[in-house]
């Protein structure tokens, strides 16, 4: 499971889940795990669909041109210090984790996005690790 999936918060997946159980007409006195419901829906996780759309993006914004104002401030890295105690969980730390967990760089994934194929594989790729891991 990668690091910022458990920090989800658990009051959407809750919703997510309960609105399921309406649609598959499936009431109190009967139980169903999650993951059993999830199959039966054939619906993704919550995590699944939110990695899946912030990889899509990056890939979208690393095909732009270099003066690109969103690869701009995709590459841009402040400078100055932050204060003191835990480093706060940003969106590119979360991004960069996601990608070294993959063995992936920034100038490797600039390079994989130009290839839309490739990209697609490769997310598919960061999906399924996702899931294996969490097992």
Avoid at 81 to 105: C, D, I, L, N, Y
Wanted: hydrophobic share 40%.
């Amino acid at each position: 499971m990668l690091a910022h999936d458990r920090k989800r918060p658990l009051h959407v997946i809750f919703l997510l889940h309960q609105n399921l159980m309406k649609i598959a007409r499936i009431f109190w006195p009967r139980y169903i795990s999650n993951e059993d419901l999830l199959e039966q829906c054939q619906h993704e996780t919550m995590e699944t669909i939110i990695i899946r759309r912030r990889w899509r993006w990056i890939g979208h914004v690393l095909r732009k041109e270099q003066d690109a104002i969103p690869r701009v401030a995709v590459q841009w890295r402040p400078e100055g210090h932050r204060k003191r105690g835990r480093p706060k969980t940003t969106w590119r730390r979360t991004v960069e984790a996601e990608a070294a967990a993959m063995g992936q760089s920034w100038g490797t994934l600039r390079m994989l996005a130009q290839d839309r194929e490739q990209w697609k594989e490769f997310v598919a790729a960061l999906i399924a690790y996702g899931k294996k891991g969490s097992k």
